[in-house]
């Protein structure tokens, strides 16, 4: 994008009035573009630098750096001018748009829902080793967040690794993402996953947990054995194969390694398995499943083109739909059964409130969306994400 003209779409405009070029469109044309028409209102006085304005609200947003521009066409102006009015606001704007692109882009390589959803099971698993208000101290913060940072470097790489190569079907899926759309390279995308690698394995050597230590290797393993193309690998393509590896990682691996990291490192007591703990990983087995398979709905075109088995693909849409739909209300009807019968009476009525709540959106939400739809898919996807976040909300309070 090496140039910006802006000019009167109307060359023939009227006589100068109160406000000379009010009613008159800009025209902005970008290198291989179609031009684009903006309104303009404004006094004759203010003419050009409101333009600029406009060029530069508008190339921003959707560019996001602009190299050089140009203005003609004003009303008593025939020769073009180099935008310099103000030379050091576009200075710093040249200098942030490149850095705010470039983060905007690493926000959406790490898929910002699976790292909401790290960090929030950790916490929440996490709380339940807590058995006294005075276990809420600065060494079950600092752990904590020794955890925290751990997981989710481990969970840029996964997710990452995916991308790196899911290129191709990614085009289709989800041409959004930085390595599909050509704003990250390859080697940039290996870059960061390396790091990412490093520096999760990193902290979880130096922190010295082996709880910790032996979560990031077994997500590791898993994470790589689910993506990368080798030979009895790229696990993903196998439908049971891949649901069980995100089942032992979101469901087995979060709730016991997290737990025993705050429970035998942080605190140094021996280690238990207690009710709020088996029912964590057993409602999260559920809710992990459901993950699994609802994933791959409103990926189903790409998955069918590259020969990816999903359950979507060799089940169909709507059957796979209803299937999520129906563990989760199966979780949640047995969450309302074992928190009726909890001695503890908030606990009861929190439990029961709230999977009876939870429950009821998801089957209103369930039945009044239009499968045909894959903008309407995904965000029930994401919908689900968010129940996902509620779920670990409830879980501290289970008794």
Request: glycine share 6%; hydrophobic share 50%; with cysteine.
């Amino acid at each position: 994008m090496d140039s910006l003209l802006l000019r009167p779409f109307s060359a023939s405009a009227a006589p100068l009035s109160k406000h000379p070029f009010q009613g008159n469109n800009v025209e902005v044309q970008f290198s291989n573009c179609q031009p684009c028409k903006f309104p303009l209102r404004t006094l004759s006085g203010r003419y050009q630098e409101c333009r600029l304005k406009i060029c530069m609200k508008n190339v921003n947003r959707r560019y996001g750096v602009v190299r050089r521009s140009h203005i003609e066409g004003g009303p008593n102006d025939t020769s073009d001018h180099h935008i310099g009015s103000e030379p050091e606001a576009f200075a710093s704007r040249n200098t942030w748009n490149p850095i705010q692109t470039s983060l905007d882009a690493l926000y959406r390589f790490s898929r910002p829902h699976t790292v909401i959803g790290t960090a929030t099971s950790i916490v929440s698993v996490s709380l339940l080793a807590v058995e006294a208000m005075s276990d809420i101290s600065l060494p079950f913060f600092i752990g904590l967040l020794e955890a925290i940072v751990a997981a989710l470097f481990m969970n840029i790489y996964i997710v990452g690794l995916n991308q790196l190569f899911d290129i191709e079907i990614d085009k289709i899926n989800k041409p959004y993402l930085p390595l599909a759309s050509g704003e990250f390279s390859v080697r940039t995308g290996v870059t960061i996953i390396s790091i990412s690698a490093i520096m999760s394995f990193g902290i979880g050597w130096i922190v010295g947990s082996w709880p910790l230590f032996w979560a990031l290797f077994i997500s590791f393993v898993l994470g790589t054995a689910y993506s990368i193309n080798l030979p009895m690998l790229r696990w993903k393509r196998f439908a049971v194969v891949a649901a069980m590896c995100i089942l032992a990682v979101r469901a087995v691996i979060v709730q016991l390694a997290f737990f025993l990291h705050m429970q035998t490192f942080v605190f140094r007591r021996p280690s238990t398995f207690s009710r709020p703990l088996i029912f964590a990983t057993a409602f999260m087995s559920f809710f992990s499943v459901v993950i699994a398979l609802f994933k791959d709905i409103p990926d189903i075109d790409g998955d069918r083109i590259f020969g990816i088995k999903s359950f979507s693909v060799r089940l169909g849409q709507e059957r796979v739909f209803w299937i999520c739909v129906y563990l989760l209300q199966m979780a949640y009807t047995a969450a309302v059964v074992i928190g009726a019968s909890s001695s503890c009476i908030w606990s009861k009525l929190v439990m029961v409130v709230g999977h009876i709540l939870l429950a009821s959106i998801l089957w209103v939400r369930a039945k009044s969306l239009d499968l045909k739809s894959k903008a309407a898919i995904t965000s029930f996807y994401m919908f689900i994400w968010k129940l996902f976040y509620a779920e670990y909300l409830l879980i501290p309070l289970v008794r």
